[in-house]
């Protein structure tokens, strides 16, 4: 099985603000746009107009309509919100999908904490995505629909791990332009809902904006500790999700019964 590095100081990773997520799915394209032929690609797509398609994404949105709990206020009608729910891997500090991996492939990197996949070493036994609870992981399998004249492609031999790399290809390439030095997913985002920065520094301006917002993590009860940090919706003017703007306890012995309904509602639908 493979071994954890010591804990760094640095910690890259992202911050995602579910206040202005408009769910336009900019972020995902980007995504499998920059990898699809980067370092860590292909990302295949197979039978993509079909009945049953199916494709790698390292990351994903989901939209989801809720209903505020205000009870409490005596007010009669429910209050429905839409929360739009980016999903990707979160480069947890102690990651179980890395110490399952019995060839090494899956491994957190020392000096920032990146948790990446060695296509060389794997051998698509998939125990790193039935380890990962938040379903961080890809596969992509050989499709019998494959037409003849795609069998030399590079992606016709598949069966190996894909998963989210933070960009490391793009946000260490110094060819860049420093402000371009970003994953792909920030640099996309209309409204600037993604933020990148290390999680380690509480000087950086995505701590700070942890801090300051009341970011928090994944399923923390886990035990994971996941680096990403989710920002949760400001107070609407008739104060329907006030209640999900509430910090959690730190020292995170969670009773999820206690949680605000947004964090309980985000506990709910992630242990599905």
């Excluded at 332009?177 to 997913?185: G, L």
């Excluded at 509480?202 to 009341?214: M, N």
Aim: hydrophobic share 35%; net charge negative; charged share 25%.
């Amino acid at each position: 099985m493979t071994s954890l590095p010591a804990p760094a100081k640095k910690k890259l990773g992202l911050v995602i603000d579910l206040d202005i997520c408009v769910g336009c799915h900019a972020c995902a394209v980007a995504c499998k746009e920059w990898n699809d032929g980067g370092d860590f690609g292909p990302l295949p797509d197979d039978d993509p107009y079909g009945a049953e398609p199916h494709g790698v994404w390292f990351n994903r949105v989901h939209s989801y309509e809720i209903t505020a709990d205000r009870s409490s206020e005596n007010v009669s009608a429910p209050v429905p919100q839409m929360v739009h729910f980016p999903r990707s891997c979160l480069h947890c500090e102690t990651p179980d999908c890395v110490t399952v991996c019995p060839t090494g492939a899956s491994y957190k990197r020392a000096e920032d904490g990146i948790v990446l996949v060695d296509e060389d070493k794997c051998i698509g036994c998939q125990l790193c995505a039935w380890a990962c609870p938040y379903g961080a992981r890809e596969i992509a399998l050989p499709h019998s629909k494959t037409a003849a004249s795609d069998k030399g492609r590079k992606d016709s031999k598949r069966g190996t791990m894909q998963k989210c790399t933070l960009c490391v290809d793009r946000i260490y390439n110094e060819t860049l332009e420093v402000r371009d030095r970003q994953p792909a997913c920030v640099m996309a985002c209309p409204t600037r809902a993604r933020m990148f920065g290390d999680l380690g520094d509480p000087d950086s301006d995505a701590s700070k904006a942890v801090a300051e917002r009341g970011g928090f993590a994944l399923m923390p009860e886990l035990g994971y500790q996941p680096v990403n940090r989710y920002l949760p919706p400001r107070p609407r003017r008739d104060g329907s999700v006030a209640a999900a703007t509430a910090s959690i306890p730190a020292e995170e012995t969670l009773d999820t019964a206690q949680l605000p309904p947004l964090l309980r509602w985000l506990d709910k639908a992630l242990s599905r």
